[in-house]
C-alpha cells in the first residue's frame, strides 16, 4: 500500500508553501472547513466539489500562491487515490460478488438456523458483522434489511430488537475495520500499519458492537416499539438462483483477505526480520493488495461459479460492482488533496508546536476533531479524511500501536450521533418506516454509543500497548 510516511509528513510542514503565521493558519484552517461544511449543509453541492472548493479556499486564506496550492491538492489527491482507491476497488467487487451470489444470505440462513428465540439478536450482530466487512455500509443496508423485517415479522420481534445489532455491526465494522474507505483513508494519511490496525479494530470492535447492538436494541425496542408488516418485506438478493455458495466457502472467502493481513502484522511482530524469508513472504501476501486481490479471485470460483455464474455474468458482476463506487473514490482522493493542502502550508508543524502545552491526550483530541466535523458535515468519510490529516503530524513519534489507535479514535468519531444531515439517516428512517424522533432515539443514540464506547476502549487499550 502506497503510505505518506510520518517522515514526508513532517518534512514537508518544514517548508511550507505559505509564510503566513500560526494565527493565520489557525483561521484559515477554520475558515476552509466552515467553506466545505457551508457548500455541503447549505448548498447541498457533492463532498467531492465541496473537498476540491474548501482545498484552493483554504490555500487561499493562508496567504498560499494558487498554482502551488493546486499541485498540493492535485499530488494529495493522486497518491491517495493511488494508495487506497484499488483497495477500495477490491472490496467493492468482492462484496458484489458476495451480495448477489447469494453468499451473504448462505451466512443469514444458516445462522438464523442456529439461533434461538433469546439469541436471534446476537444472531443479527453476527450476522451484520461477517457481511459487513467487505461491503460498504449502504449496500449492507440493502441486503440485510429484507432479513431484519422478515426475522422481526415471523418472530413477532419488535423491530428495533432486531434491526439495531444489525445497524450496529455494519456501521461499526464501516467506521472501525478495514478495507472499508475511511480506515484506509486515516491509515494511508497518519502511516499507520494495516495489519495491526486491523487486529486491533476488532479488539475494539467486539465489545463496541455488543454494546451498542443487542444490549442497546432493549432498550430502543421500549422506547420505539413497532413491528414489521408484510408490506415492508423487500425481495431478497438470491431468491431467484437455482442454487448459491456454501455456509463455510462463503466465510472463508470474506475471512481470507482479514486472515492474510493479520497473518503478516503477527510475522512482523514475532519475526521482526525484514531479510527473513518467512517475513519476506508474509509481507508479499499479507500485503493489502495482494490480500484483497487473492479474495477476489478465489472469490470468483467459491462464490460466483458456485451460484452457476457463466464466465460471462462473473465478469459483468465486477463491472456492474465498479461503478457505484466512483463517487466514493473522488471523495477520499478529494479528501487527500484537502489532508495534503492542510500539510503543504505549515498546519502540521503548527500543530506539532502547539500540541507541546496542550492537557489534552492526542487520542482524544482526535476523536473530538472527527465528531465536530462529523457532527457538521454529516459524513462519516469527510470526518475521517479532515481528522486524519489534522492529527496526522503528531503521529511522528509513536509506536506501531499507537498510530494504529489514532486511526482507531478517528474512526469512533467520525461516527458519533448521525442526524439529518446524514444521508445514512434517511436511509433507516425509510427502511423501516420510523419517524425523524423515533430515528433519532434508536438510530442516532446507537451511532452516539458506538462513538463514545469506541474511544472508551481506544483510550483503554493505549494504558497498555
Do not use: C
Not at 518544514?14 to 466545505?36: M, N
Not at 494558487?66 to 492535485?74: C, E, R
Amino acid at each position: 500500500m502506497t503510505t505518506l510516511s510520518v517522515e514526508m509528513l513532517a518534512a514537508d510542514a518544514v517548508e511550507p508553501i505559505t509564510s503566513a503565521g500560526d494565527a493565520q493558519l489557525g483561521i484559515a484552517v477554520l475558515a476552509g472547513i466552515a467553506v466545505i461544511v457551508l457548500l455541503i449543509t447549505k448548498f447541498k453541492l457533492h463532498a467531492f466539489l465541496a473537498l476540491t472548493i474548501g482545498s484552493l479556499a483554504l490555500g487561499a486564506f493562508a496567504g498560499a500562491p494558487l498554482d502551488k496550492t493546486i499541485v498540493s491538492f492535485s499530488t494529495g489527491l493522486g497518491t491517495t487515490v493511488a494508495g487506497v482507491g484499488v483497495l477500495i476497488a477490491l472490496g467493492a467487487i468482492l462484496g458484489k460478488l458476495l451480495a448477489d451470489s447469494g453468499g451473504a444470505d448462505e451466512i443469514v440462513d444458516t445462522i438464523l438456523a442456529r439461533a434461538g428465540r433469546r439469541s436471534m439478536p446476537w444472531a443479527m450482530v453476527l450476522i451484520a458483522s461477517i457481511i459487513g466487512l467487505p461491503l460498504f455500509f449502504e449496500v449492507g443496508i440493502v441486503l440485510l434489511i429484507p432479513v431484519v423485517l422478515m426475522v422481526a415479522k415471523r418472530g413477532n420481534y419488535s423491530l428495533m430488537r432486531i434491526g439495531i445489532p444489525a445497524l450496529a455491526g455494519l456501521s461499526v465494522m464501516h467506521g472501525l475495520v478495514p478495507p472499508h474507505p475511511g480506515p484506509l483513508v486515516a491509515i494511508d494519511a497518519i502511516g499507520a500499519d494495516l495489519g495491526v490496525t486491523l487486529a486491533l479494530g476488532l479488539v475494539v470492535a467486539i465489545p463496541t458492537v455488543i454494546i451498542a447492538g443487542p444490549l442497546f436494541s432493549k432498550y430502543a425496542a421500549r422506547w420505539v416499539d413497532i413491528q414489521a408488516t408484510d408490506g415492508m418485506i423487500p425481495q431478497r438478493a438470491s431468491q431467484d438462483l437455482e442454487k448459491r455458495p456454501s455456509f463455510a466457502a462463503t466465510v472463508s472467502t470474506v475471512l481470507l483477505p482479514v486472515v492474510l493481513m493479520m497473518g503478516k502484522a503477527l510475522v512482523d511482530i514475532v519475526v521482526d526480520n525484514p531479510e527473513n524469508g518467512v517475513q519476506r513472504v508474509a509481507d508479499v501476501v499479507g500485503s493489502p493488495l495482494i490480500a484483497l486481490l487473492a479474495a477476489v479471485i478465489v472469490g470468483m470460483f467459491t462464490l460466483g461459479r458456485a451460484a452457476g455464474f457463466t464466465k460471462e455474468r462473473i465478469s459483468t458482476t465486477v463491472e456492474k460492482s465498479l461503478a457505484p463506487i466512483a463517487g466514493v473514490l473522488l471523495i477520499v482522493g478529494a479528501g487527500g488533496g484537502f489532508k495534503t493542502t492542510l500539510i503543504d502550508i505549515g498546519v502540521g508543524q503548527m500543530i506539532l508546536d502547539l500540541s507541546k502545552n496542550w492537557a489534552i491526550p492526542t487520542l482524544l483530541l482526535a476523536w473530538l476533531i472527527a465528531v465536530a466535523i462529523r457532527l457538521a458535515t454529516g459524513s462519516a468519510t469527510v470526518a475521517t479524511i479532515s481528522a486524519a490529516g489534522l492529527v496526522a503530524p503528531l503521529a511522528a513519534d509513536m509506536s506501531t500501536a499507537g498510530s494504529a489507535l489514532l486511526v482507531l479514535a478517528i474512526g469512533a468519531g467520525s461516527l458519533f450521533f448521525s442526524h439529518v444531515n446524514d444521508a445514512g439517516f434517511w436511509l433507516v428512517k425509510e427502511y423501516f418506516g420510523l419517524s425523524v424522533g423515533q430515528t433519532v432515539k434508536t438510530w442516532s443514540v446507537m451511532e452516539t454509543i458506538i462513538s463514545v464506547v469506541g474511544i472508551v476502549f481506544v483510550l483503554l487499550l493505549s494504558l497498555v500497548l
